[in-house]
């Protein structure tokens, strides 16, 4: 994918977060790395139903600006991304969003490291749950640091979700993963206690997650 298909693929997939209802007002950021190396951010205080190509923005591996429009910023998750590409030189983009269901859950200490949805051991691995940090600081950086090397999908406490891929599409799909996850466990909690899959199940779901 060349540059000018990797901007509009990252417009792209801001305007579903949005419709989606994983993002709202101007809450959300996504990365990807550049084939020869440089990372596209979204800019700060853009609504992300509304964004257009050229509003992305060009950073190195140390998140200064290479490229873009003077009057714009990265976002101010920008160290989260960059954290997340400097433990996992296999992924290629990353996803922050505020999906309902995954934040209602960290707000009522529940969270989806338990083995209960073949679809999502398979696809997302085991989800921890981060320590609360403050949005757009440096504390966000640290939470993921000894987490993401291992995990594909965090929850960040009263926040939103990270997730991340070996491209755009692999990230946004284990997001949307991540929710209806969450929302179904969200329901289950409410009908009685969820039950988990047996050791069995959880080993042959394992495996195939490790063929993938």
């Known amino acids: 994918m060349d540059e000018a298909e990797l901007r509009r693929e990252i417009v792209s997939i801001a305007a579903k977060m949005y419709a989606r209802g994983y993002i709202a007002g101007l809450a959300g950021n996504l990365s990807a790395r550049l084939p020869d190396g440089g990372i596209l951010v979204t800019p700060a205080g ?8 050229e509003q992305l923005l060009e950073v190195d591996e140390d998140g200064r600006v290479t490229r ?13 991304h960059l954290e997340a590409y400097r433990r996992r030189p296999d992924v290629s983009a990353v996803i922050h969003a505020h999906p309902v269901a995954c934040v209602a859950l960290s707000l009522v200490g529940l969270g989806l490291d338990q083995p209960l949805i073949p679809e999502s051991i398979v696809l997302l ?14 504390e966000n950086r640290q939470v993921i640091a000894g987490l993401i090397e291992r995990h594909d ?16 599409a692999e990230a946004y799909h284990r997001l949307e993963t991540l929710e209806h996850t969450a929302q179904i466990v969200a329901l289950a909690h409410q009908l009685g206690e969820p039950r988990s899959l047996t050791p069995e199940a959880l080993e042959k779901l394992r495996a195939m997650r490790k063929d993938l």
């Open 153 to 168: 999908a965090l929850i960040l406490a009263h926040h939103g979700a990270l997730t991340v891929g070996r491209d755009l």
């Open 46 to 53: 853009a609504h992300k139903a509304d964004l257009t190509p």
């Open 68 to 80: 873009g429009a003077e009057d714009l910023q990265p976002t101010s998750e920008l160290p989260m």
């Open 125 to 138: 691995g085991k989800v921890p749950t981060t320590p609360y940090a403050t949005p757009s600081s440096e």
